[in-house]
């Protein structure tokens, strides 16, 4: 079992819908992150967060707004979304301040903007 | 330059095989390297790190070369569980960004 969760595993919205995703950690870890998988196209980072607060904002439409109320949750609100924004949407945590390049992620909230 | 390239493949390989993947990275200043593995429809992980002077983990083995910018893993004695998708993945020294490539995928056969 993960130990990092997210729902909804899948999602389908409207481009005027408003929708949330939600992650939780429960591995003690002070950092999470939001990716997101494209077709065809490497993960991308979107956000971190480093004990709460965000420390890297990758060019994200603002079309996607994070919310992270504590180390161990983070959402993802989203709004006014676009076809192409359909894509599986990765949360992942780590130990930040320990360089060992592991992320554990969560299994995904597949997206399907109509 | 895209930061970190992979050949997307597939590689189609009969049990037992031993098959390479090759990556590239346009950092120079890249300090940390890794391999992560995704199966059909789940959430990538960690399979192993890469460390300079090349390192072994069972059946397999990663290596680094600096100079050139590219990193390797061999699968030895390949098994069917093995069929994945294998990630190379470059990290600067400053940061949190892991920089993911497309992924290799890797099917093996009976």
């Known amino acids: 079992e993960t130990g990092v969760t997210q729902t909804p595993r899948h999602l389908v919205m409207g481009m005027t819908n408003k929708k949330s995703l939600k992650c939780e950690q429960h591995l003690g870890h002070n950092a999470m992150y939001w990716y997101k998988q494209s077709a065809k196209k490497p993960l991308e980072l979107m956000f971190v967060?480093?004990?709460?607060?965000?420390?890297e904002n990758n060019s994200v439409p603002s079309r996607f707004s994070p919310e992270c109320p504590n180390s161990s949750h983070l959402f993802l609100h989203l709004h006014t979304l676009q076809p192409e924004d359909s894509a599986l949407y990765l949360c992942?945590?780590?130990?930040?301040?320990?360089?060992?390049?592991?992320?554990?992620f969560g299994e995904g909230s597949r997206l399907t903007v109509l | 330059r895209k930061e970190v390239e992979q050949d997307p493949g597939p590689f189609n390989v009969p049990e037992g095989a031993t098959v390479a993947f090759n990556c590239t990275y346009s950092?120079?200043?890249?300090?940390?390297f890794f391999w992560y593995r995704q199966d059909c429809r789940k959430e990538p992980k960690l399979l192993m790190s890469?460390?300079?002077s090349g390192n072994e983990d069972g059946r397999f083995t990663a290596q680094l070369n600096r100079a050139s910018q590219y990193i390797s893993l061999l699968i030895r004695d390949s098994k069917l569980s093995d069929s994945a998708t294998y990630l190379c993945v470059v990290k600067s020294n400053s940061g949190y960004a892991l920089n993911f490539g497309k992924g290799t995928s890797l099917l093996v056969t009976p």
């Open positions: 950092n120079s200043a890249s300090q940390s």
């Open positions: 992942a945590s780590s130990q930040s301040g320990i360089n060992t390049g592991e992320l554990f």
């Open positions: 890469v460390y300079s």
């Open positions: 967060y480093s004990l709460e607060e965000r420390v």
